[in-house]
């Protein structure tokens, strides 16, 4: 009787051992199979998340960031308790007891969706579950994707910490708003460190992972305080904070960045510039972009911040005082739609919503505004930020041509400033302003170290990208001069040795070429330091035409002024074209006695574990081991930079130079208290301005031209343009950084000479003409002696005053080899074909 029951139980038994082993077979088998061809979680050990590299400045402040995903790393023992509390609540809060998945979760979710029939379906993944689909898995919502991600992290619990697999989560994870990672989103919702949020704060970004797209804090804020409040409420169920705080939290308002209850964080970052966007250029190149934007790199700047700031509006006020010069009109280009001005809602809408520069200083910011009527004496206009409108007067506008009627029409966008006192600041009226057109660049540098203190590449960043300074190929024109010297002095001349300033005719495949003075004028046997001082053409022409262009282009392109330079005359005006950053950085070479440098924006960069992957300074500190030194006595530093000339020449250049500065073409502008030396440069119908000069330690220089090259006018020069833009930086330069006396070499052998005519003075010899020049030893200088190029002068060869009196006829002279030729006409801005002026 209990036989039949036995074996009908015996057989229910078989089959549910037979159906479990069947089932337990099955599921190994998948396992198996899905398990075989996964991904290696052991790449997680070597994990590299994406970070931001930041530019920091000598002091240590942030002045820039870069990151494709903005990530801040921070290790997990970092990482306040709290913070990984509001995570593990609303996320796993099992994290700390499961084999890396939670079966009940997974049966809970599975019920959820045959319930709802597939309308309610919620995620059970745990957070090292997570993690494996983040680093190594797609999101792709099927099974096959769920089997694999158990597999992994079944394997990554099996080898890996809690901790590590919290702090891969903590530092992966994206929570909205371009931020990765927990660190860098409490900077961007509350502009805090981690250990700074309280309960509700790490609470909401805890809500976050699921859908930050849909929990904005303004968009969708009460949808925020939602989940905020319903992950306090896990937090205060799992033990994590008391009840008095769940409650306090609950009740207060949801405060963030995005609704204005802090400053961002971006707040205390500068505006982006020139300089780091020219880091950001070239340490792409160096280190590559992948690396540079996520590899979490700390770059320590060369930027001196004040410095910068004088470089900017030295520049700027030379661009702005041509552009009002002018007296014309062309504003920002960008109206407002007439229907918008009605409502000041709407216009200050869209005020806000146009794409205009926001980042010019110049006497005080200027800011957007939008013209919104016209009258006879003043214009009402609204401006971004100030309540109500403002009245610009008719004397604002005295430069321009036109009236407000003629020069303005309603719903244009305009930039404006206020007019303050000097004594107290107050505001005496509002006045109108306009990014010039024509542009310009600054640019500064140690003459030792070839750190770079300060670049400005152009009128306004947010207004046009493009930094002149680095990237605007330009003719340097006379500033290219002293190179044609340099060659000339290495070569065997001396500053006393003279060359004919004469015209000359030279035969080329475009025609014949009859370069000029700037002058219009000839001034016959000239010793070499006037030919610089007052940047004669004609005998820079001879000069190189003695000396050899290919012997020339060789100089240059040691001095890095160009790569591969053309080997024809006109290239000894400077017709070639190169960088401000390349002239500046040579110009230097002379200033430090005429040893190689090189010029930097960094000084170091150190990778994400703080060790440094670049040092700019490779000297090295002999004795900086030893624990004390004698008394009065200085670590011995030592340098292997290459000599690029000879210290007696780089020595005879500078002297030249400074006679540029004290008598010559910027002598009207530049007149600091130490010593300085420079070059003006001024290109074919002045279509660029140069001026380079240097102190014992600092050269900096100015380039001013308009983008598309056209004449800035008969009256523009390198002088008149840039001078003033260097005498102003290099005034508070030398407050800073002081200045001496140029270094002479001890082996030059000194003789007083008449500047005007070469000639040797006795050494007690005082007055205008007097000039003490550096010899090299032993290398005695031949006087009277002439040199003119391959032409000699005539006896009735026209100087100064035939010339300058308006004689257009060519006339005969004969050449050294015996050969008569016709000297050209009076000089004009036509008879150039390219080079410098002057």
């Known amino acids: 009787m209990l036989r039949p029951i036995f074996n009908f139980l015996g057989a229910i038994f078989s089959m549910i051992v037979l159906g479990v082993f069947m089932a337990g077979l099955t599921i190994g088998a998948v396992f198996y199979m899905y398990g075989r061809d996964l991904p290696s979680y052991e790449t997680l050990a070597s994990y ?3 970070t931001i590299s930041r530019i920091y400045n000598p002091e240590g402040q942030i002045i820039d960031e870069f990151a494709t995903e903005r990530r801040l790393f921070t290790p997990a023992e970092e990482i306040p308790e709290l913070v990984k509390a509001a995570f593990i609540s609303a996320e796993d809060k099992n994290f700390y007891t499961h084999s890396g998945y939670d079966i009940r979760g997974m049966a809970v979710a599975f019920y959820d969706a045959v319930r709802t029939r597939g309308e309610n379906l919620r995620g059970a993944s745990t957070i090292t579950q997570q993690v494996m689909k983040n680093f190594l898995l797609s999101s792709d919502r099927t099974a096959e994707r769920k089997i694999k991600e158990i597999i992994l992290a079944a394997r990554m619990e099996e080898s890996m910490s809690k901790e590590r697999i919290l702090e891969l989560y903590l530092n992966e994870i994206f929570l909205g708003q371009n931020s990765y990672g927990v660190t860098a989103a409490a900077q961007t919702y509350f502009n805090k460190s981690l250990d700074e949020l309280t309960a509700g704060e790490a609470a909401y970004l805890a809500a976050l992972p699921k859908a930050p797209s849909n929990r904005h804090p303004v968009r969708d804020y009460e949808t925020a305080v939602f989940w905020r409040d319903n992950t306090l409420r896990e937090m205060y169920e799992n033990g994590y904070i008391d009840e008095a705080t769940y409650q306090a939290e609950r009740e207060a308002p949801l405060r963030t960045v995005q609704n204005g209850d802090y400053d961002s964080f971006r707040s205390d970052l500068p505006e982006r510039d020139y300089f780091t966007d020219e880091i950001r250029r070239q340490l792409s190149v160096d280190f590559g972009e992948e690396e540079f934007f996520s590899g979490g790199l ?13 470089a900017t509006e030295s520049l700027r006020i030379a661009l702005e005082d041509y552009d009002r010069s002018l007296g014309r009109w062309r504003g920002t280009g960008k109206t407002i739609p007439q229907e918008a001005l009605g409502s000041e809602a709407d216009w200050r809408a869209a005020l806000a919503d146009t794409n205009v520069a926001r980042d010019i200083v110049l006497g005080n910011p200027w800011i957007p505004a939008v013209v919104l009527d ?3 004496q003043e214009m009402i206009v609204g401006v971004e930020g100030v309540e109500g409108t403002v009245s610009v007067p008719r004397e604002d506008i005295a430069w321009l041509p036109g009236d407000f009627y003629e020069e303005f029409e ?8 206020r007019m303050t006192s000097d004594e107290d600041g107050s505001l005496l009226r509002w006045s109108l302003r306009q990014v010039p057109r024509v542009q310009g660049a600054f640019m500064a540098m140690d003459v030792n170290t070839g750190r770079v203190i300060a670049m400005q590449g152009g009128f306004s960043y947010q207004h046009s990208v493009f930094n002149r300074a680095t990237q605007a190929q330009r003719q340097p024109g006379s500033a290219f001069k002293p190179f044609v010297y340099a060659a000339a002095l290495d070569s065997g001349y001396t500053p006393a040795t003279i060359i004919v300033d004469a015209p000359i005719e030279i035969n080329t495949p475009q025609g014949l070429w009859r370069p000029q003075n700037a002058s219009n004028q000839y001034y016959g046997p000239t010793p070499l330091r006037t030919g610089i001082e007052r940047s004669r053409n004609l005998m820079t022409i001879r000069l190189a035409q003695e000396v050899g262009i290919d012997v020339v282009a060789q100089y240059a392109e040691r001095f890095g002024v160009y790569d591969n330079m053309s080997q024809v005359l006109s290239t000894a005006l400077g017709a070639d074209e190169t960088t401000l950053y390349k002239i500046v950085a040579a110009y230097a070479m002379f200033a430090n006695g005429g040893e190689r440098v090189e010029p930097t924006l960094v000084d170091r960069v150190q990778d994400r574990y ?8 490779q000297r090295s500190c002999v004795d900086c081991t030893v624990a004390s030194l004698p008394q009065g006595e200085a670590p011995t530093i030592t340098s292997s930079r290459e000599r690029i000339i000879n210290h007696i020449t ?10 540029v500065v004290e008598r010559g073409t910027a002598s009207r502008t530049v007149n600091l ?3 300085t030396a420079g070059k003006t440069g001024t290109t074919n119908d002045a279509k660029d301005v140069w001026f380079v000069g240097f102190t014992s330690n600092i050269v900096a220089g100015c380039y001013i031209g308009y983008d598309t090259p056209r004449s800035l006018g008969s009256g523009a020069s390198g002088g008149g343009m840039c001078g003033p833009v260097f005498q102003r930086f290099m005034e508070q330069a030398v407050e800073r950084y002081g200045g001496g006396e140029f270094e002479a070499p001890e082996d030059c052998q000194w003789i007083n000479i008449d500047r005007f005519s070469g000639a040797r003075l006795p050494a007690g010899a005082s007055g205008g003409n007097v000039v003490r020049e550096c010899f090299r030893p032993g290398e005695e200088p031949l006087f009277g002696i002439t040199f003119d190029g391959g032409f000699a002068m005539a006896g009735d060869l026209p100087l100064v005053d035939e010339v300058a009196s308006g004689q257009r006829g060519s006339r005969s002279v004969t050449t050294s080899t015996g050969e008569t030729v016709n000297v050209g006409p009076r000089a004009s801005f036509g008879t150039l074909s390219s080079g410098g002026l002057y």
Do not use: C, F, N, W
């Open 298 to 310: 700390s770059i320590r700047a060369t930027i001196d911040p004040e410095m910068q700031a004088e």
């Open 410 to 417: 309603l719903g244009d966008v305009v930039h404006v400033r």
């Open 610 to 617: 703080g060790r440094t992957v670049y040092r700019h300074d």
């Open 650 to 659: 780089a020595y005879q250049l500078t002297s030249m130079m400074q006679g």
């Open 48 to 50: 590299t998340p994406k």
């Open 673 to 675: 208290p130490v010593p």
């Open 374 to 376: 016209r009258r006879d």
